[in-house]
């Protein structure tokens, strides 16, 4: 069946230094690939979304490219802020019907 | 934009009791979710609506939980019987998917269970 695996945190980084978050995906066909971030205290929200195969979705400063090739899309920003910690979760979506999500991957960021 | 909103936000219970979860999504929103997460786990999937459709149901899902879409607005989740496995944080989620849609999900705050 259609899944997600993300790299297990934390992830612990200095104010301004590279961040990746590696995720991969297991799915029949070629779903739409989304990064949704988790703040302390609030809701999911999406950071941003590939809907085919080689797309990059942006926001905020943070990237990911839809790799069909190696079934991944893993998460990418230059320069991280301390007020980037938050959980980060890696979802598909095959359809926009059912969306199935990763464990999750805490960042913090120290200053 | 008023968002997703769930109530109540913490809801401690006794096992055996019933408890009832409320989302109201955003307004013009089709599409309806419900959502599982346990802590440092991912949301799981539970079940969606489409309009006051149930369109989909996880096989994870008992028998003592049922949710309901009445009118195609708001949405509730009862838990009959709870058991200490249902402590967990209860999500729900919005999207539309006509109109120009993209489909994507808009989450709530969540509902806490605690059951004792």
């Known amino acids: 069946g259609d899944s997600v695996t993300q790299m297990e945190g934390p992830v612990t980084l200095s104010e301004e230094a590279f961040l990746t978050i590696n995720c991969t995906y297991t799915?029949?066909?070629?779903?739409?690939l989304f990064w949704y971030v988790q703040y302390p205290g609030e809701g999911l929200q999406l950071l941003l979304k590939?809907?085919?195969?080689?797309d990059k979705g942006s926001n905020k400063g943070f990237e990911a490219t839809y790799r069909k090739e190696t079934t991944s899309f893993h998460l990418e920003k230059g320069s991280v802020q301390v007020s980037d910690s938050a959980v980060y979760f890696c979802?598909?979506?095959?359809?926009?019907?059912?969306?199935?999500f990763g464990s999750g991957t805490k960042l913090n960021v120290k200053p | 934009d008023t968002g997703v909103s769930q109530n109540p936000r913490h809801k401690i219970t006794k096992r055996g009791q019933n408890v009832t979860f409320r989302c109201d999504p955003i307004?013009?929103?089709?599409?309806l979710y419900w959502y599982r997460q346990t802590l440092g786990q991912g949301p799981e999937f539970l079940t969606y609506?489409?309009?006051?459709?149930?369109?989909?149901k996880s096989r994870l899902l008992s028998d003592r939980f049922s949710a309901e879409r009445p009118k195609g607005s708001f949405s509730t989740l009862e838990i009959q019987r709870t058991e200490q496995g249902d402590s967990a944080m209860y999500l729900c989620?919005?999207?539309?998917?006509?109109?120009?849609?993209?489909?994507?999900?808009?989450f709530g705050e969540g509902s806490r269970l605690t059951v004792l």
């Open positions: 307004s013009e929103h089709n599409r």
């Open positions: 590939a809907t085919k195969a080689d």
């Open positions: 799915a029949t066909g070629y779903p739409s």
């Open positions: 979802a598909l979506s095959p359809n926009f019907n059912k969306f199935y």
């Open positions: 609506f489409q309009n006051e459709a149930q369109l989909e």
């Open positions: 989620a919005s999207s539309s998917t006509s109109g120009g849609g993209t489909g994507e999900l808009f």
